[in-house]
């Protein structure tokens, strides 16, 4: 229902290649023209973040270009730089793909303070799980989405509580759903299940911006509100962002990126490595997969 990480692997090194050679072509150059190579080494699946960087090691050593590593959730941060070239740090972050939820201060181009992050799942894996307990196909995220737009917020689920307040979790919840269908699974009820996907969404949504209220309420000296990552692209979340938070705070600037930035992606790994190459921070060729690096 989901990634199986050595089949991606497997994926990965078989077509890697054929990628590489596609974006040449398509952007008309050659590895001659370029200036440096960067890549994501961490945080992932370990298998292809090996893939990746073994062929990124191999293409900058042939080349005689420079090597960059990447940290995966910057890339998501300087996605918002492809579309928004005037936007600068300082700005306060909310990262949210499938398997990251940060809040994240962003002080410069290259240093960053992570202030609330998720104690379990992660906002997107919530979503595909939920998802898969629906029978919808994967990835979830989008169909999510889809379904709720035809439901109501109707069932009451469990909403997520952390000590921390710019901390957040989502396992709980998800583990709500499950629950509620086993319910009216035992007492032969029927639920909706447009009903519950909308149900999902609002009280996994509205846990997430309150989470980001608070820091928009208690974090001194923000401007600039900025969104990353894949969930981003839900819609629903995009409308609360623009319709019922920036409204209440008229000094703070708020930027949410076009839809092809915010799932993974190339052209935000080549942001990100562009300014780490510009800061002076280039790689050496023993850089290898780390799964579970940190962003600070």
Partial sequence: GGV???IASRKHIERINYVIEDALKQAKVTLEDITAVSVTYGPGLVGALLVGVGAAKAIAY???KPLVGV???EGHIAANYIEHQELEPPFLCLVVSGGHTHLVQVHSYTEFEVIGCTHDDAAGEAFDKVARVLNLPYPGGPQIDRLAKEGQNVYA????????PMDFSFSGLKSSVLQFKERCKRRNAEFVPADLACSF???ALKSLLSRVVYALDHVEGIRHFVVAGGVAANSRLRTLITETVAPNYPDIE???PPLSCCTDNAAMIAIAGTIAYQHGKTGSFDISADPGMELE
Wanted: net charge negative; glycine share 4%; no cysteine.
């Fill in 4 to 6: 199986v990480p050595e």
């Fill in 62 to 64: 042939a080349a005689g």
């Fill in 157 to 164: 689920l469990a909403k997520p509580r952390t000590e921390n």
């Fill in 254 to 256: 708020f930027t949410i």
């Fill in 201 to 203: 969404q609002e009280t």
């Fill in 71 to 73: 940290h995966h959730i």
